[in-house]
């Protein structure tokens, strides 16, 4: 169930991730499986505050997810994980700075688990360039940005979906610093990627 919940999330589908990640939580409680239990309720935190702007239940299970973490052996991708939906939760709450706090430490992490060429690395670099982003540094967040999509073209192929996903990050940043020809070029970019991989038209129209 949880695992169907990650997926859901990848295609989109908020609604249906959140249903079975909360009900993969409850099984994995009543089977005593505090692993299972902690990353359930980490996912489901994470997701509530970035997706669906829900801080106040995002938090609350954020700190079941921790507690579930301090029941069992150290976890450095899980606690990666719980760091992401943390940072995640502090930049819905409000709190830039200490989001990005929180997701240079997950990235740090995960690069001692993953290594430094892993998707799930990408991913929390992407987090890390929001929050920068977010608390104003916004060459920064453009210089991370940059680096992570040319990083993700090298591990994944230049056509795979998270490029596309990462080039928009990239191009609403441009934006944001005034450099408006260059977002629009990168912004094409990243419509023909996702149009050509299946994306749903109301997900590419924004």
């Known amino acids: 169930l949880t695992n169907a919940g990650l997926l859901c999330n990848e ?5 249906q991730a959140l249903s079975w990640l909360r009900e993969g939580y409850v099984v994995a409680v009543e089977a005593h499986d505090d692993e299972t239990a902690a990353m359930a309720a ?4 994470g997701f509530s505050s970035i997706r669906g702007h829900l801080h106040d239940d995002a938090r609350w299970l ?6 579930s973490l301090e029941r069992i052996e150290p976890r450095p991708l ?7 939906s943390e940072g995640n939760v502090l ?3 409000g709190h830039p700075a200490e989001a990005v706090a929180a997701f240079q430490k997950s990235i740090n992490l995960k690069k001692e688990v993953l290594g430094e060429n892993n998707v799930d690395v990408l991913r929390s670099v992407d987090n890390l360039a929001t929050g920068l982003e977010a608390a104003g540094r916004l060459n920064e967040a453009l210089a991370t940005f940059s680096a992570n999509t040319k990083a993700a073209e090298q591990l ?19 934006n944001l610093v005034g450099r408006h020809e260059e977002a629009r070029a990168v912004f094409m970019r990243s419509v023909g990627i996702l149009e050509r991989i299946g994306t749903p038209p109301e997900l590419v129209a924004y």
């Open 91 to 93: 930049l819905d709450e």
């Open 42 to 45: 980490i996912l489901v935190s």
């Open 11 to 15: 295609c989109e589908s908020l609604g």
């Open 156 to 174: 994944l192929g230049p056509e795979h979906g998270l490029v596309g996903k990462l080039l928009s990050n990239e191009g609403e940043t441009l």
């Open 62 to 67: 954020l700190s079941i997810g921790h507690a």
């Open 78 to 84: 899980l606690e990666s994980w719980w760091l992401v």
